[in-house]
């Protein structure tokens, strides 16, 4: 028997747990001195399926000029707002346990939930979530978007490993089942 593939959090946070500011600026996220390509293209190859709220989404059309980054994977933008397909990503606005589910029953490879924070939420509450990588960003920002909004809810987690990429830190977590 395989193992079913799992659905993995990848995202970058300040040190003080905010994904973008206010504004949605991630200009303090970029300023960071990295590595190479942090990790990316490595994890990359390891998902052939996306997942994004709806405000990432518009965040990425508007800061990538309209042309989407992740064409050649499987993309699903979940929304509250019924809304026409694009040639890119099906928009799902129906029961997310169910979808995922479905999902991860299907053969393939990893799943990689981008977030942000609020869809993170729904998945954290319904335990979707098997494994987190988040990268840390040597910065405060004192205010923003929070990676992990307030809530009832608690995640027991194992740590796996540890990488660093220069400025930044990788902290890779498996969900305790
Ligand atoms: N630092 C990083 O690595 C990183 C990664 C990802 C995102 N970000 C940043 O995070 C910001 C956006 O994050 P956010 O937390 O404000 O928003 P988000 O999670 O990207 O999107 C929220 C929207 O997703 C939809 N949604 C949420 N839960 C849902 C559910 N259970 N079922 C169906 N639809 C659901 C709703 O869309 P509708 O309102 O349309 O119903 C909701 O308004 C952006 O600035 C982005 O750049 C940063």
Redo the contacts with the bound molecule.
Sequence with gaps: MTDKRKLVLY???SLDGY??TNE?S?DW?FQVEGEGDNGYSEFYKSVDTIL??????D??MT?EAGEFPYKNKQCYV????VMQNTKDVSF??GD?VDFIHQLKEKEGKNIWI?????????FIKEKLIDELII?VAPTIIGKG???F?EGEYQLDLTLKATRTYNQFVELHYSVNT
């Design positions: 995202i970058a946070t994904i973008a949605e991630l996220l994004i709220g709806k405000k990432t989404y965040w990425v800061h979940f929304t509250r707002t799902i606005n997310i981008v977030g942000g924070g609020d869809l993170l939420q729904s990268t978007i929070p990676l909004k």
